[in-house]
Nanobody, 123 residues
Framework: QVQPVESGGGLAQAGGSLRVSCAVSGRTAMGWFRQAPGKEREFVAAINWSGGATAYADSVKGRFTISRDNAKTTVYLQMNRLKPEDTAVYYC????????????????????WGQGTQVTVSS
């Protein structure tokens, strides 16, 4: 059973940093999505199983970094130069289907979702 479990997040000031983590069992492609109040869930970042391919939303490119540990069991989202508009519930998603040399950006491509973790950025 592939069930992502998020941790981290919390409160940061604008310009600061936070890291969220997602633990998962099995060989999976992973993604991070977020949902702000009153808005639809949106793609943030994704990584393939090997870690050799990543993808980012334009809004976070250059500020956020997705990575996974050598054991491939934990995926991290390092968030730097945070902005108030980054405030949202962040969700980790996983799928055992191989994405090859690509990282899945569409939410429909993921089969398992975590419970979400709140990230709040104050101005």
């Amino acid at each position: 059973q592939v069930q992502p479990v998020e941790s981290g997040g919390g409160l940061a000031q604008a310009g600061g940093s936070l890291r969220v983590s997602c633990a998962v069992s099995g060989r999976t492609a992973m993604g991070w999505f977020r949902q702000a109040p009153g808005k639809e869930r949106e793609f943030v970042a994704a990584i393939n199983w090997s870690g050799g391919a990543t993808a980012y939303a334009d809004s976070v490119k250059g500020r956020f970094t997705i990575s996974r540990d050598n054991a491939k069991t934990t995926v991290y989202l390092q968030m730097n130069r945070l902005k108030p508009e980054d405030t949202a519930v962040y969700y980790c998603a996983a799928t055992p289907r191989s994405s090859g040399n690509y990282a899945y950006t569409g939410p429909s491509l993921y089969d398992y979702w975590g419970q979400g973790t709140q990230v709040t950025v104050s101005s």
